[in-house]
């Protein structure tokens, strides 16, 4: 006699089809009589920010090549992805809390474009984010922001506050502790949480398939009593779409949602990586014809608000926002040794002002005791 | 004015920042209905509710790093972690999270925050239990260590540490949790751990340790005192930041120092100490600077700590040796 099988939650199936609203060629899913969430201003302005964050990418790698500025990780891409979950946020009341590819969700909320510049340039004034701004500081630590997430949006509530975080990260991150322990702690208190994982199918050059077993990432999230949500990442409208729904749950005490955005990273993990050596050029041909920025023009173009001479238009206007930013952070003066002390406590330590003025009268100075 | 223990006057703090700030919240593992595995929150719950006194996941990292979280929401955390050890469960919160969210944000964001946790030996608790890691968060620069000995300053200790814009590794003797007694003032007065106390005064030499190490110091001062060495001791309260000025004084006055720490020799804190000395108080000394600490191998199961940890008998035997080293 063979023992039988006792499984309960039998893993089978095939993976659910992500959201999707907006077409590659750019018509609505569901044809002409479905009505968009969002009415075409708003999907220009969004537009405005994918082609802004494309350029940004395009120009940042180019100064990095020649020595002009830091490794920093691209979005291209992942557009639609990271604008169409920002918009679905209030920056009045909402906080993003960021990974690092997220430059446009960013500038969104109010960061100055020059801040990111600063950061990634290396200049420690880059790390401030200016009073006002619900934004928490670029998170190097993979996942490390999932756990702070949470217990913002926690103590915002608990606080009688109706605030939402929206916290990013990656399919890698996702296989890190911290994500379980910040999905499981976000379940218990129903946080008002976000969590928007962008799948764009790589970590540096580990594949999707490394990170985890599952079908989908989403569908973990019902393990932590709440609800999770597939989306075409390359789409504006189902990003937004499915970013709104989870806000508007959140701010009703509907708890969390686990998001993935299904997308992909059209090029290196940052400027210091060699994406020929494992990503295969038909794969990366097939998402380019998924790009999220053309099927936005497309139908806009479609809706006789987008053509040639509107896209030149924006592209000048966004090449004199990314001049005028870079041509701020360079005007910022280079970091003292004051720098390097200051803010590490409300107030200099004895050990840290002796050591301060050690670098500042290098001959007769104090040594470090 | 009352006689409490240690856990008397952590409690006893607890409960009047609690009473006087309403930011200030407790979270940890069952520190709710269960008062906390050592009782530390006792009668907390049921005075300020469970909205205010948090049953928290088994979860470290989740512990410290939503404290984080709650903290820059504009609470005031005081996070309850079960044993030193157990923090390293969250050592990547601490470190990279917690001590360095105002350097690296430029002062915008504080992690204004409190992780309480007992360590150290003694008590013949199961593996790992009783690790003295303490000196392990010493590097973490943004991050206050400190350790009271007495109930006098853990409760002065605990409030300076909540009302503190920075973040407060508070590490508890939990040898002397219940045995060690003292004086406390009802009211709500802090102690400033940034200096290091003379809590004994004596001309022949200096030992120097926190938390329960003072006590080990302290009853080795009182053996010494029969054999006629009169002993300084110094509690230094806080090892990050160090009371550089304090210890060097009190050195200065005996010209020899005996550290005292629980924690393997190796790379402990009494390093760092003993490096500080010998270039600050290098013409004082008359003899070479001894550390009396546990040896350089994991703490032991509790059938052999006796002879891992620093007991009074190796404290006053190396200070006989550096009470008359030339
Ligand atoms: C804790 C930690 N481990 C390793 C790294 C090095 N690292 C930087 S980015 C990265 C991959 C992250 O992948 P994912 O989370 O999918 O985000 P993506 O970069 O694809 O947006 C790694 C391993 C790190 N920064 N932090």
Known sequence: MSTPVISQFPYRGDPVAPVRLLEVDGTLTGGGGSVPPMDDEQMLSALWLMMLSRAFDDKGTSLQRQGRFGTFSAVRGQEASVVGSALALDPARDWIVPQYRELPALVNHGLPLESFILYFSGHPAGGYIPEGVRLLPIQISIAAQLPHAVGLAWGLRLQGLDAVVLVYFGDGASSEGDFHEACNLAGVVKAPVIFFLQNNGWAISTPRSRQTAARTFAERAPGYGFDGVVVDGNDLLAVYAATRAAVERARAGGGPTLIESQTYRLGAHNTADDPTRYVAEEVLDSWRDRDPILRVQRYLAACGRWNESIAAKAQEEISQTIDAAFAAARAVAPPTAEDLFLHTYAELTERQARQLREYEMPATGPANG | MSVMNILEAIRDALGTEMAADDRVILLGQDIGKFGGIFRATDGLYAQFGGERVIDMPLAEGAIIGSA???????????????????????????????????????????????????????????????????????????????????????????????????????????????????????????????????????????????????????????????????????????????????????????????????????????????????????????????????????????????????????????????????
């Open chain 2, 68 to 326: 984080l979280g709650l903290a820059l929401s504009g609470l005031r955390p005081v996070a309850e972690i079960q044993f030193l050890g157990f923090a390293r469960q969250a050592f990547h919160q601490i470190v990279s999270q917690v001590a360095r969210m105002r350097h690296r944000s430029r002062g915008r964001f504080a992690a204004s925050m409190v992780i309480r946790a007992p360590f150290g030996g003694g008590v013949r608790t199961p593996e790992l239990h009783s690790d003295a890691v303490e000196c392990q968060f010493a590097q973490a620069q943004g991050l206050k260590v400190i350790a009271p000995s007495n109930p006098y300053d853990a409760k002065g200790m605990l409030l300076a540490a909540i009302r503190d814009p920075d973040p407060v590794l508070f590490c508890e003797p939990l040898h002397g949790y219940r045995s060690i007694k003292g004086d406390v003032p009802s009211s709500a007065y802090t102690v400033d751990f940034s200096k290091a106390n003379v809590v004994r005064q004596g001309n022949d030499i200096t030992l120097i340790g926190w938390s329960s190490a003072v006590n080990v110091a302290l009853r080795a001062a009182e053996a010494l005192a029969t054999e006629g060495i009169e002993a300084t001791v110094v509690d230094i309260r806080s090892l990050l930041p160090l009371d550089v000025g304090g210890i060097v004084a009190a050195v200065e006055s005996t010209g020899r120092c005996v550290i005292v720490h629980e924690a393997p020799l190796t790379a402990g804190f009494g390093a760092e100490i003993a490096a500080t000395l010998a270039r600050e108080a290098f013409y004082s000394l008359q003899a070479p600077i001894e550390r009396v600490t546990g040896p350089d191998a994991p703490y032991p199961l509790a059938g052999a700590e006796q002879m891992y940890l620093p007991g009074v008998d190796r404290v006053v035997a190396a200070a006989r040796r550096t009470a008359q080293g030339q």
